[in-house]
């Protein structure tokens, strides 16, 4: 079964940067499609940013220019780099991942085509 575990969130001032991780075991990290998300408090889970192929990726309007996602087979892991950051970005931080049956990931930024989660990661952007 494949377990991931996000870490790296904390709190930082606007304009600042970070970059999260997740850790991914159970299954090589290249057989899965995945993506990022963030959920703020009273608010929809949101697509973020997505892997298509190696530097290849589809980003929300939101965090385009300022995010980008990356992949480690070696290390079992996904990252994602966030500069430029601001107040908005405030939310929780989920990495999701969904199994690559068809031999390509679309980059899709809907929760509904991602079926293993982390327990997320808390970023924090103070003004």
């Known amino acids: 079964q494949l377990h991931l575990v996000e870490s790296g969130g904390t709190s930082v001032e606007s304009g600042g940067s970070l970059e999260i991780s997740c850790e991914v075991s159970g299954a090589p990290l290249g057989r899965f499609c995945l993506g990022w998300f963030r959920q703020a408090p009273g608010k929809e889970r949101e697509g973020v940013a997505a892997l298509i192929r190696e530097n290849t990726a589809r980003y929300s309007e939101s965090v385009e220019g300022r995010f980008t996602i990356s992949q480690s087979n070696a290390k079992g892991a996904l990252y994602l780099r966030m500069n430029d950051l601001k107040p908005e970005d405030t939310a929780m931080y989920f990495c999701?991942?969904?199994?690559?049956?068809?031999?390509?990931?679309?980059?899709?930024?809907?929760?509904?085509?991602?079926?293993?989660w982390g327990q997320g990661t808390q970023v924090t952007v103070s003004s």
């Open positions: 999701a991942a969904a199994e690559n049956i068809r031999g390509s990931c679309s980059g899709s930024l809907k929760q509904y085509d991602y079926y293993d």
